[in-house]
């Protein structure tokens, strides 16, 4: 009965204990539910840290909690809650050193509790810090991210008891959601960078070959790639041979080529060794700098600069400068984000060269297209010299035609401007109109001044003067459309004519046109053994009573348009 009894307290002991760890075992998983649904829902840093501190402080009881993180040598509180304002600023930053927050957040050494009642076991300024506040107790607990401590989390409490094991374990596990959490809205920060990152760098692409001209586009690519780099001066560079030249700057330099960018830009011989052969990236403290110009560097306030090679097609053909009034400004990732934008730069500044010499090129040629047009004017107004100089002559051997290749080559331009020619058609027209009957300087004096009727012989010399006339002016160099209205100008819209017997449209425009202006000025002038002047009406008259045959009905009409209002001269 004894030993039944015995058993029986025996079990009923086992049972309370394992209800009790049940029930702490639940306060233990609901409480670190409760942290981790706190924490997990928050992507922003500075909103989760928060959270963290508010819900390690519900879920573990302690009177104060803290949260501080790593930073570089120093751990840097980010988050608290119920901390004595008197300690707020006291217990901002420390520096990691054996003696303080070392042995949790750099070593990763499991929570490390602190009773301040006993003094040996701490400094005097923290035990005195801690009793400053009201605390008696403090807990600290490494953060861990990926196994690695990233920071610590301090619990304080007023009460002067023994924290025990499974309350330590619960604060371990707490911080182990805190780690997770951290590590999860650390790699949305990554993406949210990431995908800001490739944003910019696509904007920057587009700007940066939006031109053929770099400096038309620079101020913009510069002032975008701040979004994603801090520098207080750059600069790109290109080789050209043994040499660099500065192709743009921002912010310009207030003395071109003296000031920061224009220094930084001659690389000494290591810098130059990286970028031109090794076409590695070279980080620079100016401070280390070998080269003359480090001086003038220092006295503009650089500390910092980095010259990333600009490769195309293999070759290095330049550099992209950074430089900073900060220490320590630029690193590997720096450099990373450069890894999207040099090829686009080295394009764009293949593309700037290219257009230098694009631009040298059509300068060069509009120089020269000026100097033909001058050669050309200079032509035609020798050309115009030799023309009157050769009807000058051929006039006066038959005063009874002076005037008349004046005259047919007014009318050609009044009738070509009405038939909307080209300027240059109008003044091949005036020059054939001048020219029309310059191949009679080779016929005979005998057949010009003889009296009709003449005879089948003579007839056949007479009609060699247009095919004379057009190889003399072929010979002189004269336009083919004034040589061909020469030829053709005694050619009948009925084929009757001479010297091929061509026919309506096969005729050039510009015979046709001056067959009718000859024809209205002998008309209307007169000349020997003809029929005296006649006037503008009797003259219209003539040229309707042989539209068709001798002449092209639709110039005829038009003539009669420029004509009917009197002529220049008349």
């Known amino acids: 009965m004894e030993v039944k009894q015995t058993n029986q307290k025996k079990l009923h002991k086992e049972r309370t204990t394992l209800l009790k760890d049940m029930e702490r075992r639940n306060l233990e998983l609901s409480a670190i539910l409760t942290v981790s649904q706190a924490v997990s829902g928050k992507l922003a840093i500075s909103e989760l840290l928060e959270a963290a501190v508010t819900s390690a402080q519900k879920a573990l009881g302690f009177d104060a909690v803290t949260l501080h993180l790593i930073k570089g040598d120093r751990l840097v509180m980010e988050a608290h809650i119920g901390v004595h304002p008197a300690l707020i600023e006291r217990i901002r930053e420390f520096k990691l050193d054996k003696e303080t927050f070392e042995l949790v957040a750099k070593t990763g050494r499991t929570s490390i509790v602190e009773y301040f009642n006993e003094s040996n076991q701490m400094r005097a300024d923290i035990t005195a810090m801690a009793r400053g506040g009201g605390y008696a107790v403090l807990v600290r607990v490494p953060v861990r991210v990926d196994g690695k401590p990233v920071g610590t989390l301090g619990l304080a409490s007023k009460l002067d008891q023994k924290i025990e094991e499974p309350r330590l374990r619960l604060a371990e596990a707490i911080a182990g959601q805190i780690g997770i959490a951290l590590e ?13 990152r490739l944003s910019v760098i696509a904007d920057l692409s587009k700007v940066i070959t939006s031109s053929l001209n770099i400096n038309d586009v620079f101020e913009t690519f510069a002032r975008g790639l701040k979004d994603l780099v801090d520098f207080d001066r750059l600069s790109i560079t290109k080789y050209e041979g043994e040499k660099t030249e500065l192709v743009a700057v921002f912010p310009p330099d207030s003395e071109p080529g003296t000031g920061t960018s224009y220094l930084i830009s001659q690389f000494d011989n290591e810098i130059n060794y990286l970028l031109r052969k090794k076409q590695l990236p070279a980080i620079r403290d100016v401070t280390t700098i070998t080269a003359s110009y480090k001086q003038k560097l220092l006295e503009q306030g650089l500390k910092t600069s980095l010259l990333i090679p600009l490769i195309y097609r293999g070759e290095t053909i330049g550099a992209l400068g950074l430089s900073s009034c900060k220490e320590n400004a ?115 004096d005998n057949l010009l001044l003889k009296p009709p009727p003449l005879n089948p012989a003579d007839w056949v010399v007479l009609h060699m003067h247009p095919n004379n006339g057009s190889e003399m002016l072929a010979s002189l160099g004269f336009p083919r459309e004034v040589i061909e209205a020469v030829r053709y100008h005694h050619e009948r819209y009925n084929g009757a004519g001479y010297p091929k017997g061509l026919k309506g449209k096969e005729i050039p425009l510009g015979a046709r046109l001056l067959a009718v202006a000859d024809a209205y000025d002998a008309i209307t002038s007169g000349a020997p053994f003809r029929p005296p002047k006649r006037s503008h009406e009797e003259a219209m008259k003539e040229l309707r009573d042989n539209a068709g045959s001798q002449f092209d009905p639709e110039l005829v009409e038009l003539i009669d348009r420029v004509t009917e209002v009197g002529l220049p001269g008349d």
């Not at 999860?184 to 800001?196: K, V």
């Not at 500044?349 to 059509?362: H, P, Q, S, Y």
């Not at 009874?400 to 009044?414: D, I, M, N, P, T």
């Open 184 to 196: 999860n809205a650390h790699l949305y920060e990554q993406a949210q960078r990431q995908t800001q």
């Open 330 to 444: 630029y690193n590997n990732e720096t450099v990373d984000v450069f890894k999207e934008l040099t090829g686009q730069i080295a394009s764009a500044i293949v593309n700037d060269r290219l257009f230098g010499e694009l631009r040298r090129d059509k300068e060069m040629l509009a120089k020269h297209v000026q100097e033909l047009e001058k050669a050309k004017q200079e032509l035609e107004e020798s050309m115009h010299s030799l023309a009157r100089g050769l009807v000058k002559a051929w006039e006066s051997r038959y005063p009874y035609k002076a005037g008349h290749s004046e005259r047919v080559a007014s009318l050609c331009q009044l009738i070509s401007k009405k038939a909307k020619m080209t300027v240059s058609e109008m003044k091949n027209l005036a020059f054939a109109g001048l020219l029309h009957d310059i191949g009679m300087i080779a016929l005979p």
